[in-house]
Nanobody
């Protein structure tokens, strides 16, 4: 059974940085899968902001975070990181790690609800 667990949220000032981690279990080295990050602010729809595929390592970022967020992975430990720089108040959300088999990162970012597995979420608050 696949599980994903997020960590690393918190409070940060505008312009600051934060790194989120997602530890995935249940995948094997021969699996093709994608892991991404979505977020949902109160009263807003869930959106996907970043995705990375395995085993190719291809990445997709939403336009709203390009140039500020970076997604990387430690494939040996099935861990994915979201490095968030130059954070803005609009980035305040609950951030969720998601994983899926059988879809590309482009599909995951466009249609995040197609993900098969979701974490519990971690709060990121950008405020002075």
């Amino acid at each position: 059974q696949v599980q994903v667990v997020e960590s690393g949220g918190g409070l940060v000032q505008p312009g600051g940085s934060l790194t989120l981690s997602c530890a995935a279990t249940g995948f094997t080295s021969s699996d093709y899968y994608v892991i991404g990050w979505g977020r949902q602010a109160p009263g807003k729809e869930r959106e996907a902001v970043a995705c990375i595929s395995s085993p190719t390592g291809d990445t997709v970022l939403a336009d709203s975070v390009k140039g500020r967020f970076t997604i990387t992975r430690d494939s040996a430990n099935y861990t994915v990181y979201l490095q968030m720089n130059n954070l803005e108040p609009a980035d305040t959300s609950v951030y969720y790690c998601a994983a899926a088999r059988g879809i590309t990162c482009s599909t995951m970012v466009r249609f995040p609800n197609l993900s098969d597995y979701w974490g519990q979420g971690t709060q990121v608050t950008v405020s002075s």
